[in-house]
C-alpha cells in the first residue's frame, strides 16, 4: 500500500457558509398573580409577537409558573443553558435581556485575549534558521 | 437532456399514498456500482415488490391521546404545531417551499416507523446519492492527482456518518428517548441499540472470499465491492426475503447513524421540494463550507520509494537526496535539511534528526506537491445542470497513486 | 344577652309582644335566680339591706337623699316607666298587668290569649292546598324576557327602542316608567320605533326624536298616549295598534308563518340610528326610567353602583357589552387570543405550569418510565 487515508471529521466554521443561531430555545416564565411579573406580563403582551417575528429560528416557549419570579431561560445548542430572572424590570430591560440571551453562544463566560482565531495555517510560515542568510562559523 | 419533472417527484413523495416500494428498492440495490457485472434489480421484480407490500394503513386514527400513544411515530398533522420544528426550518434557511411536514418526515428513521410511507429511508436514499455525487465530483475536479484512499478518507470527512451525525448536533436537533406518537415531532426519532449490545461488523457482502479475513483486500476491489468510503456494504439479497427480514426484526440503530440519515433526508428533501439550485447551495453553505485540510489525510509508508516509482511513471530523472543545510551533526540535537531533486528541480524539504527522517519528510513533502495540485478555476461537471451555463471544457483528471 | 333574657326583659318591662306563647313562657321562667341578679330594683325595697342601713346612719325612717344610692335601674332609665310601688306580686301577674296596660288596643278591647284555634283567623291552608283554584296572585308574569339578549346588534336595538319610548314619554309629559308596561309591542309599531331616528348630540330627550313622516308620528303619539291610561298587558295595545294600522301607508309584509316572531325583535339585526348613545343620563327619573326599560328588553340588570356612575346610554350599552365579554385575567389566555402570536409557528404557548413530566411525555421518555415502573409493580 503505497498510501493510506486517514479518516477525520471536517471542522465547522459557523458563518463560513451557513450561520446558525447558537441560542435554539427561549423559555419564559411568568407568574399571573405576583408583582415582581407585571414587566414580564407586559413584555410579553406587546414586545414579544415582534421578538418571535425577527428571530424565527429561536424556538419559545411561554408558560406559567406561579408563585415564582419571572425567569427567562435560554437553551444553547452547546447543550448549557442562561437563565436570567427579570424581577420587577421594566419591559424595556426585559428587551436588552432577551437581546442577551439570544445573542450569546451559550458557552462560560471567558476572556477572549486574541481578536481574531482561525483554522487555517499562517500564509508567512514560521521562521526557519536553516534558511536564508546562513552564517558559516 | 431531459429536464426531470421534480414537482412529480415531490409529490409522490408527500402525499401518504404514494408508493415508495420502487425507492427502497433501489436502496437495497445501490451497493451495486455500475462497473459490477452484476445485473441490476429487473424491473419486473420491482413491480412484485409493490404488489406483494401489503398495504399500510394508509391515514393515521384520529388525533386524539390514547391514539397517539399506538402510533409508531408522530401524526401528520402534528407538524404544523411544533414550535421546535418550525424553529428548525428556520434556523436551516430551508426553503419555504419545504414544507414542515416533510421535515417531519426526515426526522423519523426507518427504526422508529419501519412503514416507507411515514419514515425518511427514501429521502435519506436521495440524499446520501446527492451528497456523494456533489462531493466526489468536488473532490476529484479540484484535487485531480488524489489517491484513491485519500479521496476514500475525504469523502469520509465531508459526508462520513460522523460529520453528518456532529452536522445534526450543531444545527440543535435534539434525539427522543423513545418514538412514539406522542412525541414532538421536532425530535430526531429512532429505536436505540439497547445497552450493551456489541455491533456485530458488516457481513454478508458482494465480495467474494469475504471469510477471508486475512486475505489482501486491493483498492480496485474496494472500488467495486465498497461504498463511497471504502467501507464494506451488504450485498444484495432477495428483495421480499429482504423486507421480510426488516419487518421481523427492527433492530435499533446507533444515534449517530440516527442523525446521518436525517442529514441526508434534508438534503434530499430540499432536492425534491426546492429544485435542485437549492440543494446545491444548500450543500455549498453546510457541507462545502467545512474546514478541512486535505494534506493532513495522507498516510505514507515509504514515501522515497514511492517518489522514486512516481518519477519512473511520469519520465522524471531520477529523485536523488541532497542536504541542504544541517547543524549539530554531533551534538544531541542535530538538524540535518534536506531536499530531493530531479536533475534541477527541487520537489520537496523536509527537515529532521536524523538524515533518513530528513529524506523521508523531503519525500512526503514532494509526493504532497504532485498529489495536491489543484487547477484554477474548477467547475464541477453539475455545473453543467444550469440553465445558460458555459461550454464544458473536459477537467483534468490524473492516473492517481502510483502503482507499487 | 341571651335569648331567654331577652324575653324575660319583656316580659318584665311589660311590652310590646301582645302574646308570648306559652313554650317561650316556660322556657324564660325558670331562671328566677339570674333575673333577680340582673335587675337590682327587684330587692331594692324598703327592706333591704342598704335602706336598713341608712336609716341606722341617719336615725330616722325617711333619710335623705338618694333612694337607692348606688343609681337607678339601667331598665328602669331606657324604659323611663314608673315603678311599681308593690312588688309583693308575683312576676307573672306583673307581666299580665303590664301587657294589658300598655299595649296598642283600642279601649274596650281586651286581649285574652287564646286556648284552642276555634275562632281564630284562618291563616294558610291546613292540607289539601294544591286542590285550591289558583288565584289571580298566583300567576307569574316575567318582567323581562325569556332569553337574554347577547349580541351586539340586539342590544343596540334595545337601546335604541328604550331610549325612543322614553323621548316619546318626555314628548307626552306622561309618567316615564309606564313604557315598561308593554312588554313587547307589535311588529308594526316596532317598525315605526326602529325607522325613527334621534338626533345625535341632543341633550333634551323630549325634543330628541325625528320622525319618519307626520303620520308615523301622529300613529306612535297615539299609540303612546294609550300605553299610559290603558291597562298594563301585552295584548291590549296589540288591538289598539290593528286599528292604528289602518291610516298607516307603510308597506306590510306580513309574515304568515310567525317565524320572525319568534326572534327578538322580529329578525331585525341592528339599530338603524346611532343617535340614542350620545343621549345624556343625568336626570335621575329618566335615568331609572331608561335603564328599567332598557333591562326589561335586553334581560340584563345593572347593580347600584354601575347605575350612579352612568351617565349617558352610550356607558349603560358599554356596561352591558363588558360583562358579556370580560377582559381574560389570565396572561395565558390573553396570548392564546392574540392573532399574530398564533400566526408565529415557533412560539409555543402553555396555560399551566410545565413539569418534568410534560417533557418526558414529549420526549417519549414517560411510556418507558410508566413501563418500568409497571413492570416492578409500583404503579398499577
Redesign the interface.
Known amino acids: 500500500m503505497p498510501v493510506q487515508g486517514i479518516r477525520t471529521v471536517t471542522a465547522a466554521r459557523n458563518g463560513v457558509g451557513a450561520f446558525i443561531l447558537q441560542c435554539k430555545r427561549l423559555d419564559f416564565h411568568y407568574c399571573d398573580w405576583a408583582g415582581s411579573s407585571r414587566g414580564m406580563v407586559a413584555y410579553l403582551k406587546h414586545h414579544l409577537p415582534a421578538f418571535a417575528k425577527a428571530n424565527p429560528q429561536i424556538e419559545i416557549r411561554v408558560s406559567p409558573r406561579p408563585h415564582k419570579h419571572p425567569v427567562i431561560k435560554g437553551h444553547y445548542i452547546n447543550g448549557r443553558e442562561k437563565a436570567v430572572c427579570v424581577r420587577n424590570l421594566e419591559p424595556e430591560q426585559i428587551v436588552q435581556k432577551t437581546n442577551l440571551l439570544k445573542q450569546a453562544s451559550g458557552e462560560k463566560l471567558k476572556r477572549t485575549k486574541k481578536p481574531v482565531t482561525s483554522l487555517n495555517e499562517s500564509v508567512r510560515g514560521i521562521w526557519s534558521p536553516y534558511h536564508g542568510g546562513l552564517k558559516s562559523v | 437532456m431531459k429536464r426531470l419533472q421534480l414537482q412529480r417527484w415531490s409529490s409522490s413523495v408527500l402525499s401518504a399514498q404514494a408508493r415508495t416500494g420502487g425507492r427502497l428498492q433501489h436502496r437495497l440495490y445501490n451497493g451495486i456500482r455500475h462497473q459490477s457485472t452484476a445485473s441490476p434489480a429487473a424491473p419486473t421484480a420491482n413491480d412484485q415488490l409493490i404488489e406483494e407490500e401489503p398495504l399500510a394503513p394508509s391515514i393515521h386514527p384520529p388525533n386524539s391521546r390514547q391514539s397517539k400513544?399506538q402510533l409508531p411515530s408522530p401524526p401528520v398533522e402534528a407538524a404544523?404545531e411544533s414550535?421546535?420544528?418550525?424553529?428548525l426550518h428556520?434556523?436551516?434557511?430551508l426553503p419555504s417551499r419545504l414544507p414542515?411536514e416533510t421535515l417531519a418526515r426526515s426526522l423519523v428513521d426507518a427504526s422508529a416507523d419501519p412503514n416507507p410511507k411515514f419514515n425518511n429511508e427514501s429521502l435519506a436514499t436521495l440524499g446520501h446519492d446527492l451528497l456523494t455525487h456533489y462531493t466526489s465530483e468536488y473532490l476529484i475536479c479540484t484535487y485531480p492527482r488524489l489517491?484513491l484512499?485519500?479521496?476514500?478518507?475525504?469523502m469520509?470527512?465531508?459526508v462520513?456518518p460522523?460529520?453528518l451525525a456532529?452536522?445534526a448536533?450543531?444545527?440543535?436537533v435534539?434525539s427522543?428517548?423513545?418514538?412514539?406518537g406522542?412525541?414532538?415531532p421536532?425530535?430526531l426519532?429512532f429505536k436505540r441499540i439497547p445497552p450493551g449490545a456489541d455491533l456485530k461488523p458488516v457481513t454478508g457482502t458482494a465480495r467474494p472470499h469475504e471469510d477471508q479475513a486475512h486475505w489482501r483486500k486491493s483498492i480496485t476491489s474496494s472500488v467495486v465491492y465498497d461504498n463511497e468510503f471504502?467501507d464494506p456494504v451488504k450485498g444484495p439479497k432477495n428483495p421480499s426475503e429482504q423486507s421480510k427480514q426488516d419487518a421481523q426484526n427492527i433492530k435499533g440503530v446507533t444515534a449517530e447513524q440516527a442523525n446521518a440519515t436525517f442529514v441526508r433526508a434534508v438534503m434530499g428533501a430540499i432536492y425534491l421540494h426546492a429544485g435542485r439550485p437549492a440543494a446545491k447551495r444548500f450543500f455549498?453553505?453546510?457541507f462545502?463550507?467545512?474546514?478541512?485540510n486535505i494534506s493532513?489525510?495522507?498516510?505514507?509508508?515509504?514515501p522515497a520509494?514511492?517518489l522514486s516509482?512516481l518519477c519512473a511513471r511520469e519520465n522524471f530523472e531520477q529523485p536523488v537526496a541532497r542536504i541542504?543545510?544541517?547543524?549539530g551533526r554531533k551534538s544531541r540535537h542535530p538538524?540535518f535539511?534536506v531536499g530531493i531533486y530531479s536533475g534541477q528541480d527541487k520537489l520537496g524539504e523536509g527537515?529532521g534528526a536524523s538524515l533518513l527522517e530528513a529524506r523521508s519528510r523531503a519525500a512526503v513533502a514532494a509526493?504532497k506537491g504532485w498529489?495536491l495540485y489543484s487547477p484554477l478555476n474548477v467547475r464541477v461537471p453539475s455545473s453543467m445542470e444550469e440553465e445558460g451555463a458555459a461550454p464544458w471544457k473536459p477537467v483534468h483528471v490524473d492516473l492517481g497513486?502510483?502503482?507499487? | 344577652m341571651r335569648p331567654s333574657l331577652r324575653l324575660l326583659n319583656l316580659e318584665v318591662q311589660g311590652s310590646r309582644a301582645l302574646y308570648v306563647c306559652s313554650v317561650c313562657r316556660q322556657e324564660a321562667r325558670p331562671r328566677p335566680i339570674v333575673a333577680r341578679q340582673f335587675l337590682r330594683h327587684a330587692s331594692s325595697n324598703a327592706d333591704s339591706l342598704s335602706e336598713r342601713v341608712r336609716r341606722k346612719i341617719w336615725g330616722t325612717d325617711n333619710p335623705p337623699g338618694l333612694k337607692d344610692p348606688y343609681g337607678e335601674s339601667l331598665l328602669e332609665k331606657r324604659f323611663g316607666k314608673p315603678k311599681p310601688q308593690q312588688q309583693e306580686e308575683s312576676q307573672v301577674e306583673e307581666t299580665d298587668e303590664l301587657a294589658e296596660s300598655s299595649d296598642g288596643l283600642e279601649p274596650g278591647v281586651s286581649y285574652e290569649p287564646a286556648t284552642s284555634w276555634h275562632g281564630l283567623e284562618r291563616v294558610g291552608h291546613l292540607g289539601g292546598w294544591s286542590d285550591a283554584p289558583p288565584s289571580e296572585a298566583d300567576t307569574y308574569g316575567s318582567f323581562g324576557p325569556k332569553k337574554k339578549l347577547y349580541k351586539k346588534g340586539p342590544l343596540s336595538l334595545a337601546a335604541h327602542q328604550a331610549a325612543v319610548e322614553i323621548s316619546l314619554m318626555h314628548a307626552l309629559n306622561k309618567p316615564l316608567t309606564n313604557v315598561c308596561n308593554v312588554v313587547e309591542h307589535d311588529k308594526s309599531v316596532f317598525k315605526m320605533i326602529w325607522q325613527t331616528k334621534i338626533l345625535p348630540n341632543s341633550t333634551n330627550w323630549g325634543e330628541a326624536l325625528e320622525y319618519r313622516n307626520e303620520n308615523a308620528k301622529k300613529s306612535l303619539f297615539y299609540i303612546f298616549e294609550q300605553i299610559g291610561s290603558a291597562q298594563p298587558e301585552t295584548a291590549k295595545p296589540a288591538d289598539e295598534n290593528a286599528e292604528v294600522e289602518e291610516f298607516e301607508d307603510f308597506e306590510e309584509f306580513e309574515d304568515p308563518s310567525g317565524a320572525a316572531s319568534k326572534q327578538a325583535f322580529f329578525g331585525y339585526q341592528d339599530a338603524r340610528f346611532k343617535g340614542f348613545l350620545t343621549l345624556p343620563l343625568t336626570d335621575p327619573a329618566t335615568k331609572f326610567a331608561f335603564l328599567k326599560r332598557f333591562s326589561q328588553l335586553s334581560g340584563h340588570f345593572f347593580p347600584d353602583n354601575i347605575v350612579s356612575q352612568i351617565s349617558t346610554v352610550k356607558q349603560a350599552v358599554d356596561y352591558i357589552q363588558g360583562q358579556l365579554h370580560p377582559k381574560p385575567k389570565k396572561l395565558a389566555e390573553h396570548l392564546e387570543n392574540n392573532k399574530r402570536l398564533q400566526a408565529m409557528p415557533n412560539i409555543k404557548i402553555f396555560s399551566k405550569r410545565q413539569t418534568t413530566l410534560h417533557r418526558d411525555d414529549e420526549m417519549g421518555r414517560r411510556k418507558i418510565i410508566e413501563s418500568e415502573l409497571r413492570a416492578r409493580g409500583l404503579l398499577e
Open positions: 400513544y404544523r414550535a421546535k420544528l418550525a424553529a428556520a434556523r436551516l434557511y414542515l489517491p484512499t485519500v479521496i476514500f478518507a475525504a469520509y470527512a465531508y462520513g460522523k460529520t456532529a452536522m448536533r450543531e444545527w440543535g435534539e427522543a428517548a423513545a418514538p412514539g406522542e412525541v414532538d421536532g425530535y426519532q471504502g455549498e453553505q453546510h462545502l463550507s467545512r474546514h478541512l493532513d489525510l495522507f498516510n505514507f509508508s515509504q520509494r514511492d516509482r541542504i543545510s544541517e547543524t538538524v535539511v527537515a509526493l498529489y497513486e502510483v502503482i507499487v
